[in-house]
Every structure is written in C-alpha cells, then in structure tokens.
C-alpha cells in the first residue's frame, strides 16, 4: 500500500528527496513539501507536475504549527531536510503525533558550533514507548558512508581496524565562492576544530592544520583536509573494533583563501555583532550574500567521488577494501536540476524512507543511525536509484596505515 510523506525543508536537498519520492508511486503514494518560504515548495511541486506534489508553509522551530501541519496531513513518516536546528523540535512534533522521523544530518544547537548524537540519542526510550522510529543521518555522508562501513563489515571482514572516509568534490561550479550545501552549516563544519579517534580516544587538532593528497578514482591526487564529522561519533560506537576513524574532505587553494579572509575579517562568527541598532549574526549575513547551493547545478562540472577505505582482518589474513562512488553534477542536474551534493545527499534520504515504508528489517521503534540496519537492501537500492558503488580489494591504501 502506497504511503503518505512530508518532506521538510525546499532547498537543495528537498528538491531532490521530492523529485525522487515523485519517481516511485507505488510507494510514496501522496507528498507534501514543508518549508518556511512557500513560494520555493510551489516551484518544485510546479517542476514535477501533475498534482502530484501538496505543499505547505511552515516554521519547523515551532512545535505547535509542525503538529498541527502533520495532524492536518496525516503522514505516514516525516523526512527532515531543513536544517540540523530545526532536528529537535521536529522529533518533538512526531512524538506528539506518532509519527516515523528521518534526517540527514545531526542537531547543533544556533549558538554553538558543536554538533553530536547526545541529543537526538536522547529520544531512544521515548521513540520506543511510542511505537515510532527515527533514523537519523540519511544522506551520503552521513548516510551512505554508514552503510558502505556496515556493508564491509557484513560481507568483508571478521573485524574492521581503521576506517577513513574520503569526500572529494573534483566539480567546478564557476563560481569565486560558494557552499555547496547551506553555507551557514557548512562553514560551521569547516571552521571548528579537526577531530579523529584514535585506540579509544578523540584527538582534537586546529581546523584544517592536517592535510594531504588523496588519491580519487577517476579524478586523481587531490589535497584532502582532515575534519571532524559526525558520522564518526557512531561509528566508532556501533564498530568497536575500529582502532583509528579520521574523515578527510577535498578542497581547493582558491576555496581555503576564500575561507580564510571571511574567517580573519569576522565574517564567519555566529555572535551577534551590533550595526545601526540591529543585531547582526556575521554568518547569517554572509549567508545571504552567497550563491544559494540549490542554484549552483546549471553549470557545475565534474563529478564528487565518496568512499570508504578500510583496513582489518578476514580469515586470519589482513586485508583492504575501499568502497567508492562517484557522481556526475551534469547528470544530476539533468535527472532533477540539482547538483550533485544535493544529489547525492537527497537520494540516500529518498531510499531510507522507501526502506523504512516498506522493509520490515527497517522498521524498528527507537532512534537508530544507518549502519545499526541491514546495509543490502541499501546498497541494492543505491545501484538502482542513481549512485551506483563500485569496490576494491586488497588493494594498497595511500594512507599511514600502522
Ligand atoms: P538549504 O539551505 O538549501 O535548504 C534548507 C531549507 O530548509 C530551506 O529551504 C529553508 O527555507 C528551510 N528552512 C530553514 N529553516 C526552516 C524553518 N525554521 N522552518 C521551515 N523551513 C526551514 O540546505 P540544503 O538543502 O543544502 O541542506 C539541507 C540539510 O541537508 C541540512 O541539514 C544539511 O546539513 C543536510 N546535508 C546533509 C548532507 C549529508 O550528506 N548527510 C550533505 C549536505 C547537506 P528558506 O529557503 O525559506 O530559508
């Protein structure tokens, strides 16, 4: 039986879960698209056609108005594309109206630039009581990145060592300066402290300081930045055998000046500045000055390439496996006008839902992160959605591995 879906949020992100749920009737069988700017939900709904869209105005910071939207519309799960402050008080509402709940990245509170799972973990026994489920960090990374580490630990070793996730964005978009996804979150992300785990322990190094070239299929060598990302949190939970779990992500020489001239002049700080009598959030500002991410499809060229390298045993013997894709932004602006972060993003969260709608093994009351399910069904569903994956075996992996 085909399911009722709210999605929330109309940006980036939100125009490619919509466009990709619109794809698959039989499942999702009536949508609405959620977001605090109406006019951007009705130009998506307009995109796809047919009626086959409702859309609606809300603030997701207010539980009320989210509990009466879902009363209203009655779905059957809630796919969270918003923004990480609004995870809590949209959680809050599907508590309240026994809803199912999936997002793609974890909360952060406005005024910290600090995100962890301790929140949202912290809605276990009341999703449980409550008969409902959340799945929590359903985009690529993380999401994919989640899986492809539960696939490898399935199907490829009796036990997982070091972990590195590698994101590259070999894609040129024309543009001096622009987020690929929202910029407020993004530079967020970049801006605070690295982080890695390491034999039980967090090491906390300065943001950016760790970097080297990485080598991507098809794109080649790129210097890649060690980050803290929250995946990491629960992986190294859900995996406890994994010694050492790091994160590296490509940027540009053109993209780090850029970052660095906003961060020394004070543009990047999220602590109200006063100008003319007006409280201003620097971020906030630039934000608005910047390419919107969703815009940046209609020339973007080249391809991201994401994976997963990892090191461990099977059968005695030690062994390597990297699991990988790539995906194109041309393509992903042809399919459904989008470039290929939002792409790659929207597709895993279209594909939690449809799992969690429809196989019972995905359906569990709880709060859980992607690697805690069966990764197969995923993986077969990421062949056949738009983010084929490929792998390699026992091959030699560029890093320090101890
Ligand atoms: P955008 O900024 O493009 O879109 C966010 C949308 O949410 C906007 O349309 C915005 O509305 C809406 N929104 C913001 N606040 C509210 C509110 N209070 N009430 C209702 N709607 C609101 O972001 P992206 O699409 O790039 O990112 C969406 C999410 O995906 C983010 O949480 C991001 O962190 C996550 N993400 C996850 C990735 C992964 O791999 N796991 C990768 C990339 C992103 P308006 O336009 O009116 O401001």
């Known amino acids: 039986m085909s399911k009722r879906v709210l999605i929330i949020g109309a940006g980036g992100v939100g125009n490619v879960v919509v466009k990709k749920c619109a794809m698959l009737p039989e499942i ?21 056609g047919g009626n086959r869209v409702q859309t609606a105005q809300v603030d997701a910071d207010n539980v009320p108005e989210l509990v009466a939207l879902i009363k209203g519309f009655k779905p059957d799960l809630v796919v969270n594309v918003a923004l990480p402050y609004q995870d809590l008080p949209i959680m809050d509402a599907c508590l ?12 952060e509170p406005k005024d910290v630039a600090k995100f962890e799972y301790s929140w949202q973990w912290a809605y276990q026994e009341r999703f449980r009581e409550k008969g409902i489920m959340a799945l929590l960090g359903c985009g690529f990374d993380p999401g994919v ?3 492809f580490t539960a696939y490898a630990n399935k199907h490829h070793f009796d036990e997982m ?13 024309g543009k001096a300066f622009a987020t690929n996804f929202n910029p407020e979150i993004n530079i967020r992300e970049i801006t605070q402290k690295g982080k890695y785990y390491e034999n039980g322990q967090w090491i906390e190094v300065d943001a950016l300081s760790i970097h080297k070239p990485i080598e991507y299929p098809h794109v080649g060598p790129r210097e890649s930045y060690l980050l803290y990302h929250e995946e990491l949190e629960s992986l190294v939970k859900n995996f406890p055998s994994l010694r050492r ?29 006063m100008y003319k009598g ?37 059968n005695g013997t030690d062994r390597t496996y990297f699991v990988y894709n790539n995906c194109h932004h041309a393509e992903c602006f042809r399919e459904v006008g989008a470039q290929g972060v939002a792409y790659t993003t929207g597709v895993p969260a279209m594909i939690g839902a449809a799992l969690m709608l429809t196989n019972p093994e995905w359906m569990h009351p709880g709060v859980y992160n992607v690697e805690e399910l069966n990764p197969d069904p995923f993986m077969d569903m990421l062949n056949k959605h738009g983010l084929p994956w490929h792998e390699q075996f026992d091959i030699e992996l560029p890093h320090d591995y101890k």
């Not at 309240?96 to 909360?107: F, I, K, Q, S």
């Not at 060592?161 to 040129?172: E, R, S």
Request: hydrophobic share 40%; glycine share 8%.
């Open 278 to 314: 007006i409280a201003v959030i620097p971020l906030e500002f630039l934000k608005a000055v910047l390419p919107e991410p969703s815009t940046l499809g209609e020339n973007y060229t080249g391809q991201t390439s994401i994976g997963c390298q990892i090191k461990g045993v099977k």
């Open 245 to 273: 779990a790091r994160f590296w992500m490509t940027f540009g020489q053109q993209y780090i000046t850029h970052l660095n001239v906003l961060q020394n002049v004070g543009m990047t700080r999220i602590d109200p500045v």
């Open 145 to 147: 990145t989640g899986v």
């Open 96 to 107: 309240e109206t026994g809803v199912h709940y999936l997002d793609t990245a974890n909360y």
């Open 28 to 48: 999702f069988g009536t949508i609405m698209l959620a977001s605090r700017t109406l006019s951007k939900c009705d130009k998506i709904a307009d995109e796809i």
């Open 161 to 173: 060592h070091y972990l590195d996730i590698v994101d590259c964005n070999a894609g040129d978009h």
